[in-house]
């Protein structure tokens, strides 16, 4: 059974970068799409970025398309998120989310393309 656990949260002033991490442990990894989502306070659950299962197969949300880069590596099992240029609507609890069961997975915007998810990393922008 896939697990995911997130890491590299953290306070960061706007115009700054952090790199998220998502550990995957408990399924094979390679060849099935992830994807990142946030969740503001007060706000519903959105899609930032998803890499199918193979890493030419990007998709990015408009808020940060050409500011966020979703990567993966295979040999590791795990699943990154660059983010550049922050800005303070970037403030979020950031989850990982996995597709376990669908085989060359795509790189979907859906929540409910995913089965697993990670208990998610505070990301705080500040001005």
């Known amino acids: 059974q896939m697990q995911l656990v997130e890491s590299g949260g953290g306070l960061v002033q706007a115009g700054g970068s952090l790199r998220l991490s998502c550990t995957v442990s408990g399924h094979t990894f390679r060849r099935y799409g992830m994807g990142w989502f946030r969740q503001a306070p007060g706000k519903e659950r959105e899609f930032v970025a998803a890499?199918?299962?193979?890493?030419?197969?990007?998709n990015y949300a408009e808020a940060v398309q050409g500011r966020f880069i979703v990567s993966r590596d295979d040999a590791r099992k795990m699943l990154y998120l660059q983010m550049n240029s922050l800005k303070l609507e970037d403030t979020a609890v950031y989850y990982c989310?996995?597709?376990?069961?669908?085989?060359?997975?795509?790189?979907?915007?859906?929540?409910?393309?995913?089965?697993?998810w990670g208990q998610g990393t505070q990301v705080t922008v500040s001005s």
């Open positions: 890499i199918g299962w193979t890493a030419t197969l990007t």
């Open positions: 989310a996995g597709d376990s069961k669908t085989v060359y997975g795509a790189a979907s915007s859906r929540p409910s393309a995913y089965d697993t």
